[in-house]
T-cell receptor, first 112, second 116 residues
Framework: AQSVTQPDIHITVSEGASLELRCNYS??????LFWYVQSPGQGLQLLLK??????LVQGIKGFEAEFKRSQSSFNLRKPSVHWSDAAEYFC??????????FGGGTRLMVKP | GAGVSQTPSNKVTEKGKYVELRCDPI?????LYWYRQSLGQGPEFLIY????????DSGLPNDRFFAVRPEGSVSTLKIQRTERGDSAVYLC??????????????FGPGTRLTVL
């Protein structure tokens, strides 16, 4: 069965610093991978998704993610974090049945 | 256009009671999903509708949970004999329902259910 691991439960970065959130997946076939962000009181918002092709994917709000098959990873990055990026971030993999399997999430805090 | 909406936003009930949670998907979306998010965890899949029928209900935890989508739009998640362990945020998502993996799920704000 597919699974998603986000090793970091909490991360704190200073505003303006770079960010990398880790995601590792376990899936038998070619994975279809997603990053969502969840702000307090709001629904999950899609940041970016990977289906095939270029392994570096650009998303909204200046985020990007790189798919590395050899490492079973799909890490999310941003070169310069803004205070408004403080939220919870979820990595997910989609299986053949259309359902999403989510990781446990990483809570990002931004120091001024 | 309008996104996915869910009502109520909060529901407090007593153990043993029956609750209904409603989801209004994005207009024209044929696929609808329910997920449950417990405190400090990622969402977990419950059930997936394609049109009026449940295409996959493998995530429903037991027979106290049931969901319907009689006209292929609005869906209701029904929980009988609620237990304290049912307390969670229940998320609904919808998508166009196109084939393949290019379909994107759009999530509603969720219903926070608290069972006392």
């Amino acid at each position: 069965a597919q699974s998603v691991t986000q090793p970091d439960i909490h991360i704190t970065v200073s505003e303006g610093a770079s960010l990398e959130l880790r995601c590792n997946y376990s899936y038998g076939a070619t994975p279809y991978l997603f990053w969502y962000v969840q702000s307090p009181g709001q629904g999950l918002q899609l940041l970016l998704k990977y289906f095939s092709g270029d392994t570096l994917v650009q998303g909204i709000k200046g985020f990007e993610a790189e798919f590395k098959r050899s490492q079973s990873s799909f890490n999310l990055r941003k070169p310069s974090v803004h205070w408004s990026d403080a939220a919870e971030y979820f990595c997910a993999v989609e299986n053949a049945g259309n359902m999403l399997t989510f990781g446990g999430g990483t809570r990002l805090m931004v120091k001024p | 256009g309008a996104g996915v909406s869910q009502t109520p936003s909060n529901k407090v009930t007593e153990k043993g009671k029956y609750v209904e949670l409603r989801c209004d998907p994005i207009s024209g979306h044929t696929a609808l999903y329910w997920y449950r998010q417990s405190l400090g965890q990622g969402p977990e899949f419950l059930i997936y509708f394609q049109g009026t029928g449940a295409a996959d209900d493998s995530g429903l935890p037991n027979d106290r949970f049931f969901a319907v989508r009689p006209e292929g739009s609005v869906s209701t998640l029904k929980i009988q004999r609620t237990e304290r362990g049912d307390s969670a945020v229940y998320l609904c998502a919808s998508s166009r329902g196109t084939s393949g993996f290019t379909d994107t799920q759009y999530f509603g704000p969720g219903t926070r259910l608290t069972v006392l």
